[in-house]
Antibody, heavy 121, light 111 residues
């Protein structure tokens, strides 16, 4: 059974880099059938797609975050990661990792439980 | 700001039908891109509720149905139940933004 689990620091200082990892279990991250993505949700607000990655390393990002975001994949560890640099309080959110199919307009059919990240000094 | 607009809230009595709209544009829903719906219960991760406009994943009650027309999509909940009280989000793809987009979200309250 496929499961996704986010991990990383719950507190990041302003101007520093937020780093999270999503461990995939129950399925190879190298499957040709999936893309892997990151989505965030500020407290009390809606969902925002951050970016997605294929096992080959092919990525695409939300244009509003593109200059600060890097998503990478480690097939040997069956996990993928998010780095968001120069964070501010506006980046405080629950961060989810999720899986979708290979079509650009596919839905995210499996989600991790989410991890809260607070940006504060 | 989201390119998919939903009403902030809808409400209904148990047993009633509520409908949530998701209004997009010619660069997303209007192009023919699929629409998906998610249910987010308090304190939990979103769950895929409807995929590819009108399909229910295994385990989702048939009280939930989706439709799409033109630049909009809708989610209907018939026979509303207390356990349906949650936030609901639509999602599609936008060709101008070259990425996935989520709706603004709708809180469903069961009176």
């Amino acid at each position: 059974q496929l499961q996704l689990q986010e991990s990383g620091p719950g507190l990041v200082k302003p101007s520093e880099t937020l780093s999270l990892t999503c461990a995939v279990s129950g399925r190879s991250i190298s499957s040709t059938s999936y893309y892997w993505g990151w989505i965030r949700q500020p407290p009390g607000k809606g969902l925002e797609w951050i970016g997605s990655i294929y096992y080959t390393g092919s990525t695409y990002y939300n244009a509003s975050l593109k200059s600060r975001v890097t998503i990478s994949v480690d097939t040997s560890k069956n996990q993928f990661s998010l780095k968001l640099n120069s964070v501010t309080a506006a980046d405080t959110a629950i961060y989810y990792c999720a899986k979708r199919g290979t079509a650009a307009d596919d839905g995210f059919d499996m989600w991790g439980q989410g991890t809260m990240v607070t940006v504060s000094s | 700001q989201s390119v998919l607009t939903q009403p902030p809230s809808v409400s209904g009595a148990p047993g009633q039908t509520v409908t949530i709209s998701c209004t997009g544009s010619s660069s997303n829903i209007g192009t023919g891109y699929d629409v998906h719906w998610y249910q987010q219960l308090p304190g939990t991760a979103p769950k895929l509720l409807i995929y590819t406009n009108n399909n229910r994943p295994s385990g989702v009650p048939d009280r939930f149905s989706g439709s799409k027309s033109g630049t909009s999509a809708s989610l209907a909940i018939t026979g509303l139940q207390a356990e349906d009280e949650a936030d609901y989000y639509c999602q599609s793809y936008d060709s101008s933004l070259s990425g996935s987009v989520f709706g603004t979200g709708t809180k469903v309250t069961v009176l």
